[in-house]
């Protein structure tokens, strides 16, 4: 990883977008239940936020049956 010819993999690449996605995902939901005494529930920011988190780890899944093809 520390070498000058180094490059990420496609399934390297998957495995930190699935990996960003899912705590993004778990961020967005614990904000809401930290924030529980307010009303409303999840609000339409927090729906976006969650489907681009869902998203951004579905992405990272189809990337990762790529093998150690260069990203």
């Known amino acids: 990883m520390f070498r000058n010819d180094f490059t990420i993999t496609k399934r390297q690449l998957g495995l930190l977008l699935l990996a960003v996605g899912l705590l ?13 005494g307010r009303e409303g529930g999840i609000g339409p920011a927090q729906r976006i936020a969650l489907a681009l988190a869902a998203l951004i780890a579905l992405i990272g899944l189809t990337l990762i049956p790529l093998k150690d093809d260069p990203a």
């Open 24 to 36: 993004a995902f778990a961020g967005v939901l614990s904000i809401d239940l930290i924030d529980a």
